[in-house]
């Protein structure tokens, strides 16, 4: 019998066992759900039953990687998990290009992040902040005193600002400490500081605090990459003009800027998954950066005088090499030893390298061939497995659907009982 209330009280008191038992009834699960559900992989049930709540089960994405990558003279293996098909071949490609120009280039900010504290109800605002700012050093000093291990690592809370904000619920004053988090993405370490000023504050101000947490726009946390790629790698002239003329597109027209951003985040999120870190705090902060003048735009931008093709990108990734799944998940352990990454800095520029690398491969391709040429041969051979084909038919039947132009169901059905027919007879 099913149950269908989703009120279950002390859900996470029960075992993994006992949570799967429930939702196998709740959702009719067969068997062989039921035997998917528990085989886990690299990440150990344990394991993962300590990083969030309620676990029942692992999700397995696949890891593939990336080759040809030359970023500042170095050579990387670049790990990446997504479920899209072509885009880790895409960025293989396009890295191989690149490779023809000395490869990508990058520099970074140093690893700041903004902690807000929102302060209301504070009768001169303006007094406030300059009261504020007189006691910076002994804020700075409070703040500190959370985290003595990241001071003697040389990071901590470095600066403080504050800005008067006009909103629909008042005058606000908006004050962001900010926080060198050397190698972890330091949404723990500011939170924690960003809540124990937060009373100081209110106290000097004379008035209250509301929220106390991080930014996601981490604007103090500024990746760059750049190349310079001879046209003939990329195809020659005319498919770098159209290069830079996809790249006006999306300068000129927030719908397509979306779409050019998607593919810099194909690269840029997969890298940030495969080694464990938050990729909503690294697309939340890529939009707003892209939006930080009032329009949307493309967080890349892509010139050429006929020899070369000149690409770069600009955008904040807020990523760590310690702390939270970076050093649990044993595959993002391992993504990371692949990099050979020694600082989140590192990290975080061989990640906007990506996606730089990443968006040169789809606007090379939407300027030549057209994106589905790419994908075509990938999706054949899900389609070829949809229809039943088993070991060596797939690439028959895939090849065969590419050849006709006709990547469809019963188009690879039609192909595979020829082929099972012409072997029989
Ligand atoms: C698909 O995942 C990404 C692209 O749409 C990006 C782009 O259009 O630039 C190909």
Redo the contacts with the bound molecule.
């Keep these: 019998m099913s149950r269908r209330s989703s009120r279950i009280s002390g859900f996470y008191k029960l075992s993994i066992e006992e949570r799967l038992k429930i939702v196998s009834e709740f959702a009719d699960l067969t068997s062989d759900e039921i035997g998917s559900l528990k085989r886990h992989g690299a990440l150990d049930i344990e394991i993962a039953n300590r990083m969030i709540e309620n676990v029942i089960s692992t999700y397995e994405l696949p890891l593939g990687i990336a080759v040809n990558f030359l970023i500042n003279g170095r050579d990387y293996l670049i790990p990446m998990v997504i479920e899209?098909p072509s885009?880790v071949a895409a960025a293989s490609n396009a890295a191989r290009m690149a490779r023809e120009g000395g490869g990508v280039y990058t520099s970074s900010t140093g690893p700041y992040m903004i902690g807000q504290i929102q302060l209301v109800k504070v009768p001169q605002p303006a007094i406030a902040r300059l009261e504020i700012l007189k006691r910076k050093d002994e804020i700075l000093e409070l703040a500190n005193q959370c985290d003595p291990v990241l001071v003697r690592l040389g990071g901590g809370a470095k600066d403080l600002e504050a800005r008067i904000l006009e909103t629909r619920s008042g005058v606000m004053l908006i004050v962001h400490l900010i926080v060198d988090v050397r190698d972890a993405m330091g949404a723990n370490a500011v939170n924690t500081m960003a809540e124990t000023i937060a009373p100081r504050l209110a106290s000097i101000a004379g008035g209250y605090f509301r929220l106390r947490i991080i930014s996601n726009l981490a604007d103090r946390r500024l990746v760059r990459a750049w190349t310079k790629i001879p046209v003939e790698a990329v195809g020659g002239r005319e498919v770098a003009e159209g290069i830079m003329e996809a790249w006006a597109f999306a300068e000129a027209d927030p719908y397509r800027a979306a779409?050019?951003n998607?593919?810099i985040m194909?690269g840029v999120d997969a890298v940030v998954i495969a080694t464990g870190n938050d990729w909503r705090a690294v697309e939340a902060g890529a939009h707003t950066y892209a939006a930080r003048d009032g329009r949307y735009r493309p967080l890349s931008r892509w010139e050429t005088d006929g020899s070369y093709l000149y690409g770069s990108l600009e955008m904040p990734i807020a990523v760590g090499i310690v702390g939270g799944a970076t050093k649990t998940h044993p595959l993002a352990k391992i993504s990371l030893k692949i990099l050979g990454v020694k600082t989140s800095q590192e990290l975080a520029e061989i990640i906007g390298a990506v996606g730089l690398v990443q968006?040169l491969a789809?606007?090379r391709a939407?300027a030549a061939e057209g994106?589905q040429a790419g994908h075509m041969s990938l999706h054949a051979k899900n389609i070829a497995v949809m229809a039943g084909a088993v070991g060596g038919e797939i690439d028959l039947v895939a090849e065969e659907m590419v050849r006709e132009k006709a990547v469809r169901l019963d188009k690879a059905q039609e192909i595979l009982s020829r082929i099972r027919k012409e072997r029989k007879s």
């Design positions: 899209e885009v779409t050019h998607k593919g194909n968006n789809a606007l939407l994106i």
